[in-house]
């Protein structure tokens, strides 16, 4: 499942093929995402419309037009987007293409169809902030996320750390797997109360969150040049994890072999040395 830097490189990826770009034609393939495509909507508000900017909150890219319209797309578990001659026939799982003033077509495909597809007229769209994002907290990489938010955010709760990290109306955008890594960087037991932590351990997790993500948003960086060369096989970019589903393997700081724990149902991982 891509988490936040799969989609922040597939955003980095997108935007200098998209920006500038007029959509000229939409097409779709007729079956819904885990929401229904809004495809009124899109003809409406997208279509015969230039892409101004394109971006990233939390997992979702919001490609926004000359109008103020905004288009919201979710990868779900298997969505992938990429760039295509439109003489090039569509293939299972196409759900969705948007065709551009260059002769290419972006094109979604989602074998799993988890992914969504939101769009936001001019004016829902300048608020989405206040509407669509009400709930989820603020970036890893914005001022907002800092120390003291957790801190307060954190109060009077008891729940383990992991737990309140993939939280998204905590910070967004932390899934299962860098919510391990985040915790093994900043030396902190996934299993630890919130309501035990010292403003050192949370200042350390606000600066180990940072470099965590973007160090796997640097490892991602090398493949976006294969969006234009239609390699539908390509994956997800790999990250070399240092704890996640290594259980038993050796610690890269100590040697002492990785532990597992379920916490919140989720599978977790320690270190049972380096982290306290
Ligand atoms: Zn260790």
Redesign the pocket.
Known sequence: MPELPEVEVVCQGLRPHLMGRKIVQIRHSGMDLRTQIPIADMFRHILSRTVVDVARRAKYLIITMDNGARMLIHLGMTGRLGFFPIEMPAVRHDHVSLQLDNDLDLRLNDSRRFGAIHVFSGEEGADLEQTFFKAIGPEPFSPAFSARYLIEKAAGKKQPVKVFLMTTTTVAGIGNIYANEILFAARIRPTRSVASLSPAAWSRIVLQTRLVLQHAVDCGGSTISDYLNADRQRGFFQVHFKVYDRQGEP??????PIEKVKIGGRASYF?????K
Do not use: V
């Open positions: 610690c890269t700081t100590c040697r002492r270190c049972p040395k380096c982290q």
